[in-house]
């Protein structure tokens, strides 16, 4: 049965960098807000960031169930730095009945700096 494994860590934690190196031994697709921010906006949001970002974390979603819905694994590269935003994804697809993993990626903050993450 597909599964969503979800990653929660700080913004360059290597949440994505993790996501590609689990992802084909989990038969998954990557969905990740930021590359469709990006991709449609160019990064210039403004004040309607937190409002249009909404918008992409429900499009992800229910794309991420239509997924699921095919066999499909799914990896969410978010960041789910609050526990209500883990709580929220947690019910979300625990009402669809789907599985969901959250994955913690912490990376020290040396080993950050050295390979010129931040």
Known sequence: MAKIIALCGKICSGKSTYAEKIRKNNNAVVLNPDIVLLTLFDGNLGD???EI?????????QMAENIINAGTNVILDFGLWTRKERYDIRLFFKKRNIDIEIHYVNTPLK????????
């Open 53 to 61: 970002f909404e918008k992409v974390r429900i499009y992800l979603y």
């Open 111 to 118: 080993i950050t700096l050295r390979k010129g993450i931040i």
């Open 48 to 50: 309607n960031h937190d």
